[in-house]
């Protein structure tokens, strides 16, 4: 076999694999007010296991540099949160304290982040070893549901609880990242511009999320 057919052979070899990855995910908490109020006790979980799996493969290949594609499903895990409010109104963002002194509602939420992602990554290769950065479109299904109950708005309110569920289904966000690789084994971090969309009632707790995990190829 000549080295050019050898060449296309590889390169044909390579053109789809599976893929999957394990490891964590930090959620970026949105602002002092959202679900969570920093002046008064509160206590939050930003972090959570995380799974992606799918396939890939090399669009194209040269000696040293190529352009690889990727099609995963990510799973960037649940996220928890507790704390003490008071009502919007009534809680002063620059001095973080009540307005009126009030009885405080309590607040519980939960929520998690999934989508599918279609990236393109270029990468250069020398010895084995494999950099790469990659960006593209991110479909995704954030979801948050909170609880509160003792809510009050005005002094002599009878209290009251809520169920707060997020419902704006799937939209549109976007992924950025990059690896380093040794053969079939990388390590890969990824930017998810995964929040709710603008004008959601019901926001999610967080805006974005940093993604890391230790991925296989085959």
Same mark, same amino acid.
Request: aromatic share 16%; glycine share 10%.
């Given at each position: 076999?000549? +080295?050019?057919?050898?060449a296309?052979?590889?390169?044909?070899?390579?053109?789809?694999n599976? *893929? !999957? /990855?394990?490891? &964590?995910? $930090?959620?970026?908490?949105?602002?002092d007010g959202?679900w +969570?109020q920093?002046?008064?006790?509160?206590?939050?979980?930003?972090t959570?296991?995380?799974? *992606? !799996? /799918?396939?890939? &493969?090399d $669009?194209y290949q040269a000696e040293?540099?190529?352009?690889?594609w990727?099609?995963?499903?990510?799973?960037?895990?649940a996220?928890?949160?507790?704390?003490?409010?008071?009502?919007d109104?009534?809680?002063?963002?620059a001095t973080?304290?009540?307005?009126?002194?009030?009885p405080?509602?309590?607040?519980s939420?939960s929520g998690?982040d999934?989508?599918?992602l279609?990236t393109i990554?270029p990468?250069y290769?020398?010895?084995?070893?494999?950099?790469?950065?990659?960006?593209?479109?991110?479909y995704?299904r954030p979801?948050?549901?909170?609880d509160?109950?003792?809510?009050v708005?005005?002094?002599g309110q009878?209290?009251?609880q809520?169920?707060?569920v997020?419902?704006?289904?799937?939209h549109?966000g976007y992924?950025?990242?990059?690896?380093?690789?040794?053969r079939?084994?990388?390590?890969?971090y990824?930017?998810?511009?995964?929040?709710?969309?603008?004008?959601?009632?019901?926001?999610?707790?967080w805006?974005?999320?940093?993604v890391?995990t230790?991925?296989?190829?085959?």
């Amino acid at each position: 076999m000549s +080295l050019g057919c050898a060449a296309a052979s590889a390169h044909a070899e390579s053109f789809f694999n599976a *893929e !999957a /990855g394990i490891g &964590g995910t $930090a959620y970026t908490q949105a602002a002092d007010g959202l679900w +969570l109020q920093e002046g008064f006790p509160h206590k939050v979980q930003l972090t959570a296991p995380a799974i *992606e !799996a /799918g396939f890939t &493969g090399d $669009a194209y290949q040269a000696e040293h540099w190529g352009v690889s594609w990727h099609l995963n499903y990510a799973w960037l895990g649940a996220i928890h949160s507790t704390g003490y409010a008071t009502s919007d109104a009534n809680y002063n963002l620059a001095t973080k304290t009540e307005r009126v002194a009030m009885p405080l509602a309590n607040f519980s939420g939960s929520g998690h982040d999934m989508g599918f992602l279609a990236t393109i990554e270029p990468h250069y290769d020398y010895a084995g070893w494999r950099f790469g950065v990659e960006a593209g479109p991110y479909y995704h299904r954030p979801t948050w549901t909170a609880d509160a109950t003792n809510q009050v708005n005005y002094i002599g309110q009878t209290p009251y609880q809520s169920h707060f569920v997020d419902e704006e289904g799937w939209h549109l966000g976007y992924v950025v990242g990059a690896s380093v690789a040794y053969r079939r084994l990388s390590v890969r971090y990824q930017y998810f511009a995964n929040g709710s969309k603008a004008g959601n009632p019901i926001p999610a707790l967080w805006t974005h999320a940093h993604v890391l995990t230790m991925n296989y190829r085959w």
